[in-house]
């Protein structure tokens, strides 16, 4: 028995580990070697090599980009997943509020950054943060909401029972019983939020505001046909991504193994 187990341990590793960076050098080296044996242009894909190339002589500069949009990402991040959250809470506990908010969020999720952003610009003024930053939270609001009300919902009927024969209150139960049950879902909302975040972030940049993000890095690097330079920021956004991904991960890891879950 004792054996086993490292043995499983060592296993899932090499699993979650292992087999995607070798996949990933796999497909770097396909790439590498398409665009140079196909002569392919660098207006059209560059080589990875010369993305890395690049990302390297530009560090600092992508390193600031990745502060600006990360800093933006982080603030919409919050803001969205508390209000999510709580909006959720309320849902379940209000059928009337329930469904008062139901036909509002499902139109927020419909709604184009493309559009949003320039009239949040117009709001806040171009030399503000602040648009970048409601875009970030909309777009982590809507999958916050809906996956910690779904988890809300997935109490069984013989605990609400359970919490009535002691005489508890809506919040006592809520406390005690539905928001533990409701953690995996609010984590699942979070996890896809985190990405959310960036891209929408990422995106509001595009249609002005200040100067400074990756967004505008990208777009600047690109009008200016310098491709190696836009691809390193890109290179950057899928880092910042990943690094919120892997936060939330570690978050959701962290708080169900204090909780038992």
């Not at 490292?6 to 292992?18: D, G, I, K």
């Not at 379940?92 to 969020?105: I, S």
């Not at 940049?205 to 990208?218: H, M, N, Q, R």
Request: net charge positive; hydrophobic share 55%; proline share 5%.
């Amino acid at each position: 028995m004792r054996t086993t187990q490292p043995r499983r341990a060592h296993n899932t590793v090499l699993q979650t580990v292992l087999a995607p960076i070798v996949f990933g050098v796999a497909v770097i080296l396909l790439w590498q070697g398409l665009v140079t044996g196909l002569a392919i242009k660098a207006f059209i894909l560059p080589a990875p090599f010369a993305i890395g190339a690049e990302f390297a002589a530009n560090l600092p500069n992508v390193a600031d980009g990745m502060l600006i949009t990360g800093r933006n990402s982080l603030i919409g991040l919050l803001i969205g997943a508390v209000l999510g959250i709580l909006l959720a809470i309320i849902s379940a506990l209000t059928r009337v509020f329930d469904e008062m908010a139901a036909p509002v969020v499902a139109a927020l999720s419909v709604v184009p950054i493309v559009a949003l952003a320039p009239v949040l610009y117009t709001m806040f003024g171009a030399g503000a943060e602040t648009a970048r930053q409601l875009v970030a939270a909309l777009a982590v609001f809507v999958p916050v909401y809906f996956n910690t009300l779904k988890g809300l919902r997935q109490v069984r009927p013989v605990h609400r029972d359970l919490m009535r024969a002691y005489a508890a209150s809506s919040w006592q139960a809520t406390r005690v019983v539905t928001l533990p049950t409701a953690l995996p879902f609010v984590f699942t909302g979070l996890r896809i939020a985190s990405s959310l975040a960036v891209i929408s972030a990422l995106i509001a940049e595009y249609f002005g505001g200040p100067v400074g993000g990756l967004g505008k890095s990208i777009t600047s690097a690109a009008s200016s046909s310098n491709y190696g330079l836009a691809w390193a920021y890109v290179l950057g956004s899928i880092i910042l991504g990943l690094l919120f991904y892997c936060a939330a991960l570690a978050v959701e890891k962290l708080v169900t193994r204090r909780s038992g879950s």
